[in-house]
């Protein structure tokens, strides 16, 4: 029910609190400091099915934080920061402790086997995982020719899924996800370059 009333939110944090008439209230404002109150988090990770009616056009976007690691990682891969960011915000929302209900970890959401592969010996280290999943990045848009749809795809479902269906897979949620990294790359390449 939360999610109808507060629907633009990522990664949202909600208040609640009682009101001295006995009224229960949820603001994603925080009520004044002498009120007691709890702050209830609202996830939105990129296999949630419930963060598919959140507005990525008004998402406010979150360019400073992880500067100096998305910076990093983008120089040394070759992969633009704003595509960093898209993906970053697309499947934790900045989140370091994030984890999917699918098992994917950090940031970055990378799956135990792509952590492995990778050598990231802890998903939740922010430097390790931002390099970790932009070196996986990276391998996909070399993968794709540099087609990023082609690459985010392959980020949410695998490369293997991208070649078994000659393009986007026929996912829901992997459909999805291609557009809300389409519309966050896009508003950070505005404000970043």
């Known amino acids: 029910m939360l999610l109808l009333v507060f629907p633009s939110f990522v990664s949202a944090e909600v208040y609640k609190w009682v009101e001295p008439n ?3 209230s949820y603001s994603n404002i925080a009520p004044p400091a ?3 109150f709890q702050v209830l988090k609202f996830p939105c990770y990129a ?12 998402v406010p976007l979150n360019t400073q934080a992880f500067q100096n690691e998305i910076s990093s ?19 934790s929302a900045y989140q370091v402790d994030a984890q999917s209900p ?9 799956m135990p086997a792509t ?7 802890d998903p939740f280290d922010a430097r390790l995982n931002i390099d970790g999943g932009t070196r996986y990045l990276s391998d996909l848009l070399l993968e794709f020719n540099g087609d990023i749809d082609l690459a985010a795809a392959a980020y949410n479902a695998g490369s293997g899924a ?4 000659g393009g986007i897979p026929p996912y829901e949620e992997t459909r999805e996800y291609v557009r809300r990294v389409r519309i966050l790359y896009r ?7």
Not at 102 to 110: E, H, T
Not at 115 to 121: F, N, Y
Not at 162 to 165: G, I, L, S
């Open 47 to 58: 296999a949630d099915p419930k963060c598919r009616s959140v507005s990525w056009e008004k």
């Open 34 to 36: 002498d009120q007691d």
């Open 162 to 165: 991208v070649r078994k269906y």
């Open 102 to 110: 699918k098992g994917a970890q950090g940031l970055m959401q990378l």
């Open 115 to 121: 952590q492995q592969e990778l050598a990231v010996t």
């Open 22 to 24: 006995g009224v229960v």
């Open 73 to 91: 990682a983008a120089q040394y891969n070759a992969v633009e920061e704003s595509l960093i960011r898209a993906i970053i915000h697309a499947e």
């Open 187 to 193: 508003r950070y390449q505005k404000v970043i370059g």
